[in-house]
T-cell receptor, first 113, second 111 residues
C-alpha cells in the first residue's frame, strides 16, 4: 500500500512565524504535490515537484516555498505565516507514468492566529 | 480557461442508486479521475477513465464521453458510509503531472 505521511495533523502558529510542513512517501514516487483545501474553493495546487531539487509553481504559490532534497520528502514552507493561510494542507504523490493517480496524505489543519 | 462543473450537493436514500455528473472544458484531455473524500479526511482514489465507456468496480461505476466533455459516477446499493464528497479531476494536455479539480459534490445518504 502506498503511504503518504504528513508531520502534523493539527498545527497552530502565530502571524509572522516561519512554518514547515513535511510530507514523506514510501513508494518511490517521482511526483509530489502540495495543495490547500478551503470550503467553496476546492483543492488548489500550491507547488509540485517532479524530481529531486525540481519544482514548479502551481496555481497559488504566493507566500509559499518548497524544498525537495530527497525523493521521498517534500516540504512546504510558509515564510511568514498570515491568517489567510489558515487552511487544510494536503500532500500527494504519484508515479511518473499513466495514469498518474495521486495518493494523498492525511492532511495538516493549520491555524494561524 | 479550464473548468470542471459538478453539482454542489445531492441527497439519496440508503439502498438506492445515485448518479453524480461532471462536465469539463479543458485544453486537451488525458484522463478523468473520481475521488471520494470523507469529512476531515484526505481524498481517496475511486476510478480512472481515459477511453469512452463505462468502467465498473463493485458498487461504483464511472462513465466517460470525451466528445461531450462529460462523465458520471454511479453509486449503487447506497450505504450510509457513502456519505462523502466526490471530486472529479481531469488531466489535461501539456503538463501530465497536474490535475484540474472540480469543487466536489457533497452526497448525503439518508436512512
Amino acid at each position: 500500500d502506498v503511504k503518504v505521511t504528513q508531520s502534523s495533523r493539527y498545527l497552530v502558529k502565530r502571524t509572522g512565524e516561519k512554518v514547515f510542513l513535511e510530507c514523506v512517501q514510501d513508494m518511490d514516487h517521482e511526483n509530489m504535490f502540495w495543495y490547500r483545501q478551503d470550503p467553496g474553493l476546492g483543492l488548489r495546487l500550491i507547488y509540485f515537484s517532479y524530481d529531486v531539487k525540481m519544482k514548479e509553481k502551481g496555481d497559488i504559490p504566493e507566500g509559499y516555498s518548497v524544498s525537495r532534497e530527497k525523493k521521498e520528502r517534500f516540504s512546504l514552507i510558509l515564510e511568514s505565516a498570515s491568517t489567510n493561510q489558515t487552511s487544510m494542507y494536503l500532500c500527494a504523490s504519484s508515479l511518473r507514468q499513466d495514469p498518474y493517480e495521486q495518493y494523498f496524505g492525511p492532511g495538516t489543519r493549520l491555524t494561524v492566529t | 480557461g479550464q473548468n470542471i462543473d459538478q453539482p454542489t450537493e445531492m441527497t439519496a436514500t440508503e439502498g438506492a442508486i445515485v448518479q453524480i455528473n461532471c462536465t469539463y472544458q479543458t485544453s486537451g484531455f488525458n484522463g478523468l479521475f473520481w475521488y471520494q473524500q470523507h469529512a476531515g479526511e484526505a481524498p481517496t482514489f475511486l476510478s480512472y477513465n481515459v477511453l469512452d465507456g463505462l468502467e465498473e468496480k463493485g458498487r461504483f461505476s464511472s462513465f466517460l464521453s470525451r466528445s461531450k466533455g462529460y462523465s458520471y459516477l454511479l453509486l449503487k446499493e447506497l450505504q450510509m458510509k457513502d456519505s462523502a464528497s466526490y471530486l472529479c479531476a481531469v488531466r489535461a494536455a501539456g503538463n501530465n503531472r497536474k490535475l484540474i479539480w472540480g469543487l466536489g459534490t457533497s452526497l448525503a445518504v439518508n436512512p
